[in-house]
């Protein structure tokens, strides 16, 4: 009878044993009760309260925490816009009391003081100052929080602006202007090549015309020295000057002739073709060489005379 007896009071005892302890995790906190009331905060480990007294009220996160918030609202430049703020946070170790029973739904809090900050700075703004200002965005909107939520137990650690989402129709003109904006950069960069390589074909061209040039000029130095070489060997054996010239251009009239011939597929004509054609040139030249002579001489003659009279 009395073993009946002594095992629902062991049982219970043992109920009641264990129940006076419990776990903590690591990087948390836990609020004791008693009869309601506050009564202490633990830390992480193994602690103990008094069963059936004593109680659990809750359990608060030590680590750092993120809220993504999602804003909608309107630039400078009437453009509306999807902005998504990421606040990191953390309940402060020595606050976690003013954490607990100051605020109900800390993450609503947050996300009305996320709204009001961004409301509040972005209509001040175009729509690209707000790409290239959101670290300002995020500054203006952690200071207005940390300074709010802090005290309530709370550290906010960071706020990051991590996407920017215009209207699409926006951001289809955006990715227009963008596009003819390099087309036109394209375009200049191709007018630019292509000015360069007008001038460098000018240049070359220039500088073949100078060889080319320079190149004629020394064949018909080197034709006449030959000539001049021609006409003393023919000299020497007793053949005068034009008698001399007269052979040299029978000479080249036929090895003339003969270099057409030796192309089988040639289209070349030469006209006159006969050697008489070739004195007769000679003749012209030499008449026209001596008449140019002639008017030279006279015209010195008369720069002389009046030079002496004045």
Avoid: C, W
């Avoid at 996407?163 to 202007?177: G, L, S």
């Amino acid at each position: 009878m009395n073993n009946f007896i002594l095992l629902p009071v062991i049982f219970v005892s043992v109920i009641i044993i264990l129940a006076s302890f419990f776990i903590v995790k690591q990087q948390t906190a836990a609020i004791i009760e008693r009869f309601g009331r506050f009564q202490s905060i633990r830390q992480s480990g193994l602690q103990m309260k008094i069963p059936l007294v004593d109680r659990v009220a809750g359990r608060l996160s030590l680590k750092i925490q993120q809220l993504d918030v999602i804003i909608e609202t309107k630039t400078l430049d009437d453009v509306f816009v999807k902005l998504k703020v990421s606040v990191q946070y953390l309940v402060i170790r020595t606050k976690v009391y003013d954490a607990f029973y100051k605020l109900e739904y800390p993450h609503d809090q947050i996300t009305s003081f996320v709204f009001d900050v961004v409301r509040a700075e972005v209509p001040k703004m175009k729509l690209d100052d707000v790409f290239v200002k959101k670290d300002d965005i995020a500054i203006a909107v952690k200071r207005e929080l940390q300074e709010y939520m802090s005290e309530y137990g709370y550290d906010i650690i960071k706020t990051l602006v991590t996407d920017i989402d215009p209207d699409a129709q926006v951001k289809a003109a955006m990715n227009r202007i963008n596009a003819a904006d390099r087309e036109k950069t394209a375009a200049q960069y191709e007018g630019d090549a292509a000015r360069i390589l007008i001038v460098e074909k000018a240049k070359a061209e220039a500088e073949s015309k100078r060889l080319q040039g320079q190149g004629i000029a020394d064949q018909r130095r080197e034709i006449a020295r030959g000539l001049e070489e021609s006409v003393e060997v023919l000299n020497k054996v007793g053949i005068n000057s034009q008698e001399a010239s007269a052979l040299i251009v029978v000479t080249q009239h036929y090895d003339t002739l003969q270099s057409i011939g030796q192309e089988t597929n040639s289209n070349l004509i030469l006209l006159p073709n006969s050697p008489q054609a070739g004195s007769n040139m000679l003749n012209d030249m030499v008449a026209s060489f001596t008449a140019s002579n002639q008017i030279g001489e006279a015209m010195k003659k008369a720069k002389e005379k009046g030079n002496e009279d004045l």
